[in-house]
């Protein structure tokens, strides 16, 4: 199993900007199997890229964040597929920027408003 997890991803984002998410694992061997979730959503990884020096292998997701991903919570999991219950995983708080005017009329909400 891996013995170590990193995750990163920006500190600040802005809604409808693409970015990229990178989880990093390291001492596993054979590679682990790699999954990125959002709340209880897989959403990748789309590219892995390993590296047979250092024994580390990197996973990377692009990710478009909306305004309702802000203060959600993203993470990878590692997992080797040969032995069960091995899992390791680093998360991270979303934390996405917008404008008052890039909101739709459902979510006013957002800013302690209600519609009438």
């Not at 694992?25 to 897989?42: D, H, I």
């Not at 996405?96 to 005017?101: A, D, E, F, K, L």
Request: hydrophobic share 30%; with cysteine; proline share 5%.
């Amino acid at each position: 199993t891996a013995k170590q997890i990193e995750l990163e991803v920006p500190d600040q984002m802005t809604a409808g900007a693409q970015y990229n998410f990178v989880c990093k694992t390291a001492g596993a061997y054979p590679s682990v199997r790699m999954e990125f979730w959002k709340v209880q959503k897989r959403i990748g990884p789309k590219y892995q890229i390993k590296s047979d020096a250092d024994n580390t292998t990197s996973y990377i997701i692009s990710f478009k964040p909306e305004i309702q991903d802000d203060e959600s919570t993203v993470y990878c999991r590692a997992e080797n597929p040969w032995i069960n219950g091995n899992q390791i995983e680093a998360r991270k708080k979303l934390r996405v920027y917008y404008s008052v005017t890039g909101l739709r009329p459902h979510d006013d909400s957002r800013l302690g408003f209600t519609s009438l």
